[in-house]
């Protein structure tokens, strides 16, 4: 079994203090590895950061355009949004065009994972709905499909459901292998979630980036969301998210989603290239000084795009007086980009 | 190099999501490890896990009792506190106590740490002071030091000051060694931290525990700290926390407290024991999980602490919606109680 490899630490003062280990995949749509760090071979679930494979049947069905399904829409269908107001003014926006209420939503409710948002929703005397949930979007895109399927949307999040099995489907095609024998868990707002090789799920955002080993529907429908992810990049994640100012900075160039557990994986359109990324313990703040490393590595960005990729490959660490403490950075292979 | 151990890993339906690996110390106040597991001898910052032993010179000198501090605001003294309206109640009391005024905490203000107190205070149209900060009641301890030693309060959290110099004292005392050549950084609330080896640390919290090792005035300043902690949990975290259930469920038989970055310490005064825990990549989840097993292996309880320390050695993790999804538990050489 190949060891994992040190992806990112964290240092205070002179000293690292802590340090994340996992495993990173570059691939093109065929499969050829550009950079393979750790086991990539290892199946891991994708979590949220799949979002934009999953949406791609609501797309493909005809369902975005038949209900006339915005850029916005669309974007927070790929999203975990921080249930901010314009991230709840999308979600029922999208609901509003399939005649549903938030009650078809099967998602479950939480507070806002935007802090400001979640104190303000407070002060306001309100409690979180379902359209805070950071998946809302999504939810709101299997809703649509059902809709497109005419079938009863009830139960949409369940695995035996017409539209998961689309859904699921969906990921088979991208990944290009047959999930019925993966590890199956249930995800945070209530679908399945299926465990892929880490390599797989980087070629299935190759493919996704440029439509090769794509039908041409498919291929479409890819494109069509990542023009929506680039037009509203705030959608996809939110204030001071990392994704939502990878998107702002690199436009074109790079579409990125984080998912839970330290999971990022993304498509790098003009190279032909996916990535993903998986961080053994789960953190967040590896997988994405990682993923900085390796958009700077391969994108080669010049003017406020490096200078945004160097602040988030190093990202300082600040105390509450405001004192710099250390920092979170990319380590190992990806050290010094 | 040793390498790390397994300590604590993360499932997701049938499959484990996140593995967590680190080093985990179980010594007696001479050095003897009963449980060494990982790297004990690389040095790790303490942070806030050794709040109790940066917290003896005020009750060793004498101001704790001159100036009156209750259980409460000792317990606050060793805490990492939720911001809670008791925990602020108890700060601002403490301060009372000294005729000073909030501006003289040095900590610096942030939103409760815990959720419902951080929207609370949103909803109260107000905002986060020095005394919501975690670390208002260690810092209240200081000023309440500086106060016993007739010195300048002002720059109490710098290296030099007289303040400083004591607390660096009781930590070396404590770990038995020099800090005068330890890795050194800055805290969270801007006090010096400095890098013990893991080892070290579980000694000195062995020594905190039963006195040996101690002379008998600082033997006597932990012990009162202690039955602070025991008197008072809620004051040490607060709602749920890992540290104020374990200190109430096992009152008077351990004393736990965790620190940033994946570290936690404790004392089990009747077994002569202490214990370190680092988690390579910072994660309280890990730690905590660890924490449970060890002191259920070596505390061996019943009835409603046996049942809070499975629960936690094994903590189920739910969706949104209510559903089980997986657990968090120990792992490695600790699972299975």
Redesign the interface.
């Known amino acids: 079994m190949t060891a994992s490899a040190l992806l990112a630490e964290?240092t205070?003062?002179?000293?690292v203090?802590?340090?994340?280990?996992g495993a990173l995949a570059v691939s093109d749509a065929s499969g050829r590895l550009l950079l393979a760090l750790g086991d990539v071979e290892r199946?891991?679930?994708g979590r949220s950061a799949v979002k934009a494979l999953q949406a791609l049947p609501l797309v493909e069905s005809g369902g975005a355009e038949r209900f006339g399904f915005s850029d916005r829409e669309l974007a927070l269908a790929c999203a975990s949004h921080g249930g901010e107001p314009e991230h709840v003014e999308t979600a029922a926006g999208a609901l509003a065009r399939l005649g549903l209420g938030v009650e078809t939503l099967?998602?479950?409710?939480?507070?806002p994972t935007n802090?400001a948002a979640?104190?303000?929703?407070?002060?306001s005397?309100a409690g979180p709905i379902a359209l805070h949930?950071n998946c809302s979007g999504k939810h709101a895109g299997f809703l649509c499909l059902a809709c497109a399927m005419e079938t009863d949307p009830a139960g949409y999040v369940e695995a035996e459901h017409p539209v998961q099995r689309e859904v699921t489907a969906a990921l088979e095609g991208a990944f290009g292998l047959s999930l019925a024998d993966a590890?199956?868990?249930?995800?945070?707002?209530?679908i399945p979630?299926y465990?892929a090789p880490l390599a797989s799920i980087a070629r299935a955002f190759a493919r996704f980036g440029s439509g090769e080993g794509f039908g041409p529907e498919r291929a479409r429908a890819a494109r069509r969301l990542q023009q929506a992810g680039w037009s509203a990049p705030f959608e996809i994640a939110g204030t001071g998210r990392f994704d939502t100012e990878a998107m702002q900075v690199l436009n074109g160039r790079a579409f990125v989603k984080m998912g839970a557990?330290?999971v990022h994986a993304g498509a790098l359109p003009g190279l032909g290239l996916g990535v993903a990324i998986k961080?053994?313990?789960?953190?967040t703040r590896?997988a994405e000084a990682a993923m900085a490393a390796v958009l700077a590595r391969f994108l080669r960005p010049e003017g406020d795009a490096a200078t945004w990729l160097a602040s988030r490959e190093r990202r300082s660490l600040r105390?509450?007086?405001?004192?710099e403490?250390?920092e979170v950075r990319a380590a190992g292979e990806l050290a010094g980009g």
């Open positions: 964290v205070r003062g002179v000293a203090e802590s340090r994340h280990y199946p891991v679930f099967e998602c479950g409710a939480h507070w802090d979640a104190r303000a929703l407070a002060a005397g949930n590890a199956f868990g249930i995800d945070g707002c209530g979630t465990a557990e330290g961080i053994d313990d789960g953190a590896g105390n509450w007086a405001g004192a403490v250390g």
